[in-house]
């Protein structure tokens, strides 16, 4: 069946409640700023002092295996021809969120107000109108002039819909202001935030672009065919909506199945979503259900997750302290912690995976499970460890029936409000413990709900009904060590060491804990980081690559990086490749042609994002370091083109024509784009340390001054600017400076270091005593501490 044309594209809805915090850019002063920026979200940390390798052989474990595949490849049809076999499926999908995720702009399917009714909001005027049978806008564009837009599509149904912008060249975007269908109004989806033409957040910009951020996760079959020539679009799909095709793949096979009744495997269809094993439903699922980065122009049905994709692990920017969602993040990143998940349970246990509801009404899906004869009635789901009690009672809910508190959802789901009115459920099913949150600083279901009282006395009641569990001796919680972690405590290392020798700890939070590694180096977190090289979790095992690649130059953690180069998952290969870099143009010796595969498929990613900024910046990256000098500047170029906005490329192509002797040219165009944007940390950043290394010491620091001022809790620029002090000679401003950062950043190695140092090299030996034995209690074994 030919594709149906899509002609634009617009963000996400779901990945648009607050702007990726997409880099964190290090930058040391004096040296021109050569590292390759990460995948997707391009996060790229500092590197601790190198620890010498403990030789442990690193075999990479199989991970479950994609499904088999049909005997040829399976092309996709026109769904209409699954109701015949099918009709209970479709009818629960007729009207579901996923058939009505994405529709043309019509009459039947546009539930705004477009009676010429004006809107105002920060600081611009939006008027929704009706020309015949088509729909439009009249708002401001990026040019920050109002103009009339024709909206394309609608976007989701309930509790708001959005609207998608026709605005050129196949692009579709986001309007930033959406009708609420609950309480029929408009309203924006930034308050507050000063989002205007000028602001990344604003609906012309590219975070806000549909062909990328959104339409994947609202049509079947999609592909975004962004034309990096052109700077075009020519995004198609098989279907508006999420069809049957969009789970279950391609349907060609099947019906050749459905007529020859063929020995095709899984009946035609790639996978079975009824596997035993969990994991091939949840996967599916999480394709759109999580938050993470794409690896190419759509997905492989049959492939794992991350040969497609890239899963964020629980940052302190995405989750809660203890796993809870922060920042939109849907749904994967928080059940794959549960216990649910570790016991088997699948999407569809509880949800209805056609019309997208629940299974029963009120607690009747956790009752399946958590009910008097303590037993499952989930095939497939591991019920040992259920207790037989009546969950449903008041003696376990402790509020009366029918009150607010008496549903599971309130206190083991709680959740938050996404673009403006959307409330989503906390899927990690955690108990609360409103004595912990407080500790910790972390969202509790209790004391949330029973804000007009004081905490403390939320608390002692809580402790009079749990004093069995309260008494019950327990194994280090994940919170508590990774509070402690982060916060830079005595013992923090032993209790990140800890946690990452539990055979029970979840898989992302395990990962998580990977990328904390780093922070706290020594010979027993290098066997850890190199031990998990092999662990059945592709998740585990990238985020272990990049702390071995943290702990050791590449020379010495090539031989443990290497045989991960064939490992079975793309994602995995690609962050070895990009990671080991800089050692393989001089060899690799028998690894040589498994490197390259797995650089070209690296290089194949990018390219497959070119639409973006941040792909552009790092093929650019690739480029310089593969000797391919001459495609650099181009590239950084075009990614100011894709999205001026993205400071990274405008660093890094500063910095590039300084090297190449065209320094005049480099500071026009930073000083230009300092006057256009003066609270750009970034910025005033590279203007400081620019001036550094031209000798202009004096002159720099205002600059570095402020980038630390704009942005406190950087750690790169408050250590920048600790160090030019210091190397100015003023000292005492130094340590001042680092003193500072210390106490929003504990944990910070670095700046610890350094202020022992500067403490020692000035005389004051007792304040450096105190901050070393502060450290020895950290972490012992830091190599530094010899």
Known sequence: MPKHKNNAANPNPDSQSNLINRYLFPVTIGILLLAVAGIGWFLLSSQPTPVRPVPVSTPVAQPAKPQPVASAPAKMVDEQQCQGCHSEQVKDWQGSHHQLAMQPASAETMLGDFKNVTFKAEKETTVFSRKGDEFWVNTPGIDGKNADFKVAYTFGIAPLQQYLIEV????????????????????????????????????????????????ECHTTGYKRNFDAAKNTFDSQWNSLGVGCQACHGPASNHLEWTAKKTDLIHV????????????????????????????????????????????????????????KIKDEVFEHGSFAQSKMFDKGVRCSNCHNPHSTELKAAGNGVCLQCHNTAGKTTEEGVDGKGLQAKNYDSIEHTRHAPGQPGSQCVDCHMPGKFYMGNDFRHDHSFSIPNPERAQKLGTPDACLTCHQGKAGDKVTEQFKLWNTVNANAQQAPRYDESLWSIRNGQPGAAQALYEQLQRSNLPAIQRATLLAELPLYPSEQALKLATNDLKNPSPQVRESAVHAISAFLPPAEGAPLLTPLLKDPVKAVRIAVARDLLSVARNGLGNAQAPWNAAIAEYEAVQKSLAERAEANLNLAMLYQASGRAGEVEGLLRTALKRDPDFYPALVTLVQWLEANGRGPEAQALLAQNLKEHPDAALLQHTQGLSLVRAGKSDQAMPFLRKAAQLEPQSAQFGYVLAVALH????????????????????????????????????????????LLQGWKKMNMGDPALK
Not at 176 to 191: I, M, N, Q, S
Not at 730 to 759: G, T
Request: proline share 5%.
């Open 268 to 323: 035609g269809f790639a996978v079975d979503l009824k596997d035993k094993n969990a994991t091939v439903e949840i996967e599916t699922c999480a394709r759109c259900h999580s938050r993470r980065a794409p690896l190419d122009d759509g997905f492989t049905v049959g492939n794992r997750l991350m040969d497609d994709y890239l899963p964020s692990p629980l940052t302190r920017e995405l989750y809660a302290l203890d796993g």
């Open 727 to 770: 190397d100015s000679g003023k000292v005492d401003q130094a340590c001042e400076e680092l003193e500072r950062l210390l106490k929003v950043q504990p944990a910070n190695r670095n700046a610890r270091l350094s202020l022992i140092q500067y403490y020692l090299d000035s005389g004051q030996e007792s304040k450096a005593q105190v």
């Open 168 to 215: 050129g060249e196949g692009r579709l975007q986001a309007l930033g202001v959406a009708w609420d269908t609950e309480k029929h109004r408009w309203f924006h989806l930034y308050p507050g935030q000063g989002v205007n033409f000028k602001n990344p957040l604003h609906w012309s910009k590219p975070s806000q672009n549909a062909n990328f951020m959104c339409v």
